[in-house]
């Protein structure tokens, strides 16, 4: 089944310990994503992959680090999570940087302590 | 100021009504997006246009890209559509960046 996996689906952890959350598509995608959605502040894009060992930032990558060592994994990295990092996260693929559409992990709830 | 504006941020509506959804942006974009997140949390993917209008069954999505303006409409709108209709542009300036609004929250009563 054609799909983008993330892991943890849930995470309670404390501040400063680090943490990997994964994502995984099975799709042969070249571009994939990380988004953090907070309640009144919507969806923001963290980073972003065109292709292998191609990344760039988004709009709140802070924090944050990725990496893009294969096609289909693309993890998120928080070196040192801080509280304003609890958010839900989700990781998204789609064939080309331009698709029409984006395919969606299930989303990674993450609370830091 | 925010880049991408949605009205309304809340909408509730009885079954059977027509039901528009607004997304105005003030950046200059290659592509908009329209996505439904479920209200269990999962996200699809609706619409992506770069002009005109486009339809996949009930659900109608126009774009006029000299106003910065474009719409999601419903029609014989129906529980099922309840969710939270979310629409992000692509910048121009950089292809593999998007940005959101903040999402319609859509409750359709029986």
């Known amino acids: 089944e054609a799909q983008v996996t993330q892991n943890p689906r849930y995470l309670i952890t404390v501040t400063g310990k680090k943490l990997t959350v994964t994502c995984s598509q099975n799709?042969?995608?070249?571009?994939m994503s990380w988004y953090r959605q907070d309640p009144g502040l919507g969806l923001r894009q963290i980073y972003y992959?065109?292709?292998?060992?191609?990344?760039d930032k988004g709009d709140v990558p802070e924090g944050y680090k990725v990496s893009r060592k294969e096609k289909r994994n693309f993890p998120l990295i928080l070196e040192s999570p801080s509280p304003n990092q609890t958010s839900l996260y989700f990781c998204?693929?789609?064939?080309?940087?331009?698709?029409?559409?984006?395919?969606f992990g299930p989303g990674t709830r993450l609370t830091v302590l | 100021k925010n880049e991408v504006e949605q009205s309304p941020q809340n909408l509730t509506a009885q079954e059977g009504e027509f039901i528009t959804i607004n997304c105005s942006y003030s950046?200059?974009?290659?592509?908009l997006h329209w996505l439904q997140q479920h209200p269990g949390g999962g996200i699809v993917s609706l619409f992506m246009?770069?002009?005109g209008k486009k339809k996949h069954g009930r659900l109608i999505a126009t774009i006029n890209i000299q106003e910065k303006h474009s719409s999601l409409h419903i029609t014989a709108s129906h529980p099922r559509d309840s969710a939270v209709y979310i629409c992000?542009?692509?910048?121009?300036?950089?292809?593999?960046?998007?940005?959101f609004g903040k999402g319609t929250k859509l409750s359709v009563k029986p």
């Open positions: 998204a693929s789609s064939p080309w940087t331009g698709y029409n559409e984006q395919f």
């Open positions: 799709m042969n995608h070249e571009y």
């Open positions: 992959s065109m292709n292998v060992e191609v990344t």
């Open positions: 950046v200059g974009i290659s592509a």
């Open positions: 246009l770069s002009s």
């Open positions: 992000a542009v692509r910048s121009r300036g950089s292809q593999g960046n998007l940005i």
